[in-house]
Structure formats: structure tokens, C-alpha cells
């Protein structure tokens, strides 16, 4: 395939003649998959699994988490938002073995999200070094389970005749559809 130069030939190129119709058609293809399995941007709303709640120890310890405090701060969050819950770790599924995590803010009088899928508004993509932070708009609709495990071991799967000792499962809460397998488990999909 040809490379990045004959989509943008110049008189220096040493690359063989291409026909233009074939070099369009590289172009159409890089260009195609350079929006493959992109993270969320400022502007989308994407449907992410809840986390466990960031603590004020998480500040401390934890360096995505800690190098998030200045975007934190900006948006309003200080200590007392901290021990009220009202921030979480959060992720989503990019690509079969691909996700994107980000903080997540909760509107005051929110309540736990338990299990349940959020949907989150972003305007901040973070970086290397720092988390996301971003702001939950609502709950997924219809309701979106955690997803849980993607595989289930079978002990006895010699005895069964089976080629395998794992089976693949259902995830718990939703639609396989809403879903992809990231690193065995079933992880909601960012983009449904």
C-alpha cells in the first residue's frame, strides 16, 4: 500500500507511477481509518460504565488523578465535593480491546449511579499525564448493566468434549450489541 508521499506527490518522490485512480483510493483508505476507534472529543455525548468513587486519598496517590486536581478546580470541585461522592472514575469502550477513561463529575442531587450506565458530556479529552475531567449529563437509556466477565471457565470441559476450557457469556445487563470485550470483560460501548 502506498505510503503518506503519494497521497502528496512531489517533484522529489521516488516512488514508481502510481495510477491516480489507485492513489485516490489509498488516500479514501488512510483517510477512512485514521477515524478508526478515535477517543471521545469535546462536543460528543458518550455512554460510559460507572467507576468507584475518587477519594481524596486518590488526589494524593494516584498521578492521573492527582495531575486532574487544577481541571478539578476549575470546574468546582474542591474537598467536600470529594467526600460527597460526587466524582468517579469512568471508562468506555473505544475498540475491542481499547477503552478510555475519564473523571466524571455528577450534578448535585444525582445520587449513586450504581451499576447503571451514565451518559457524559465531553469537553475535555486529557492528556498522557492527566484523566479527562468531564461532566455527567444523565443515566443511559434503556438502562445498561455493568457488563461483568466475557468468558466462563468450564472445569469439566474434557469430560464434555469440549476443544476449549472457557465459553463466552452474555454480558449481565444489556445487549451484546451495546457492548465489546476489552480485556475479557464486557466494557459499554463509548459510541452506541
Known amino acids: ?17 502510481v495510477t491516480s485512480a489507485a492513489r485516490v483510493a489509498a488516500c479514501a483508505l488512510l483517510l477512512g481509518l ?9 462536543g460528543e455525548t458518550v455512554t460510559v460504565s460507572a467507576g468507584r468513587q475518587i477519594t481524596a486519598q486518590d488526589l494524593e496517590t494516584r498521578r492521573d488523578v492527582a495531575a486532574a486536581r487544577p481541571a478539578l478546580q476549575a470546574a468546582g470541585i474542591g474537598p467536600a465535593e470529594i467526600a460527597a461522592g460526587r466524582v468517579l472514575r469512568v471508562q468506555c469502550a473505544v475498540m475491542t480491546d481499547g477503552w478510555w477513561d475519564s473523571l466524571a463529575i ?11 450506565a451514565l451518559v457524559l458530556a465531553v469537553a475535555d479529552r486529557g492528556d498522557n499525564d ?7 449529563v444523565g443515566r443511559a437509556e434503556p438502562p445498561l448493566g455493568p457488563g461483568g466477565q466475557a468468558y466462563r471457565f468450564i472445569p469439566d470441559w474434557r469430560e ?25 470483560s464486557w466494557l459499554v460501548r463509548c459510541r452506541r
Request: glycine share 14%; with cysteine; net charge positive.
Open 34 to 42: 485514521a477515524g478508526c476507534a478515535s477517543l471521545p472529543g469535546p
Open 106 to 116: 455528577l450534578p448535585p442531587g444525582f445520587g449513586a449511579p450504581g451499576d447503571r
Open 130 to 136: 492527566r484523566l479527562p475531567v468531564n461532566r455527567v
Open 1 to 17: 500500500m502506498p505510503g503518506p508521499a503519494a497521497c502528496f506527490p512531489s517533484s522529489s518522490s521516488r516512488l514508481a507511477p
Open 160 to 184: 464434555r468434549g469440549l476443544s476449549r476450557n472457557f465459553e463466552r457469556q452474555a454480558p449481565a445487563g444489556g445487549p451484546s450489541s451495546e457492548y465489546l470485550i476489552v480485556q475479557g
